[in-house]
T-cell receptor, first 106, second 115 residues
Framework: GESVGLHLPTLSVQEGDNSIINCAYS??????FIWYKQESGKGPQFIID?????DKRQGQRVTVLLNKTVKHLSLQIAATQPGDSAVYFC?????FGAGTRLTVKP | DGGITQSPKYLFRKEGQNVTLSCEQN?????MYWYRQDPGQGLRLIYY???????QKGDIAEGYSVSREKKESFPLTVTSAQKNPTAFYLC??????????????FGPGTRLTVT
């Protein structure tokens, strides 16, 4: 089955800096990946997705990079704001990683 | 106003009792899912359903049961056989199962405490 993991459980950045959250997956057959944001006490919310035939996808202030060779994906958040503080999960299909808690310091 | 609703938000039960968590969606999605989340951890898949009257075990199905009699509803029963039932339970739905239709819409969750 699929195993999805994150490299760091916590990340702390200064407001205005860029944030990078990393994730690794085990199943090379995985063809669709999603990043979710979860605020305290709420359900996860979709941020951005990427298909396996793509290397990069950009949204508003967020970019997802996919490296299929090493089975790694990352989420980049530009100009991080206090409202970005949350737990971020990567998912391969319906399997989720453990999450990274992002804290933005003012 | 479309979305997924879960009720109740907080639920307390005594050990040895079965308890059913509600999940309803009006998004016309075919697929629905149940996850369990423990403090500081990720989401673990309990059960999922691709279509009405069909459901499959996820990674941690032991001690849980589900039904999918209607497209809109996917209730989860936590039975007394579940050894550590205290957790945050999340229900989700997606248009279909598979491919790029895995973008899931989550409900607000139910926090179950069993003492």
């Amino acid at each position: 089955g699929e195993s999805v993991g994150l490299h760091l459980p916590t990340l702390s950045v200064q407001e205005g800096d860029n944030s990078i959250i990393n994730c690794a997956y085990s199943n090379s057959a995985s063809d669709y990946f999603i990043w979710y944001k979860q605020e305290s006490g709420k359900g996860p919310q979709f941020i951005i997705d990427i298909r396996s035939n793509m290397d990069k996808r950009q949204g508003q202030r967020v970019t997802v990079l996919l490296n299929k060779t090493v089975k790694h994906l990352s989420l980049q958040i530009a100009a991080t704001q206090p409202g970005d503080s949350a737990v971020y999960f990567c998912a391969a299909g319906m399997r989720f990683g453990a999450g990274t808690r992002l804290t933005v310091k003012p | 106003d479309g979305g997924i609703t879960q009720s109740p938000k907080y639920l307390f039960r005594k050990e040895g009792q079965n308890v059913t968590l509600s999940c309803e969606q009006n998004l016309n999605h075919d697929a629905m899912y149940w996850y369990r989340q423990d403090p500081g951890q990720g989401l673990r898949l309990i059960y999922y359903s691709q279509i009405v009257n069909d459901f499959q075990k996820g990674d941690i199905a032991e001690g849980y049961s589900v039904s999918r009699e209607k497209k809109e509803s996917f209730p989860l029963t936590v039975t007394s056989a579940q050894k550590n039932p205290t957790a945050f339970y999340l229900c989700a739905s997606s248009p279909r199962l598979g491919g790029d239709s895995y973008e899931q819409y989550f409900g607000p969750g139910t926090r179950l405490t069993v003492t």
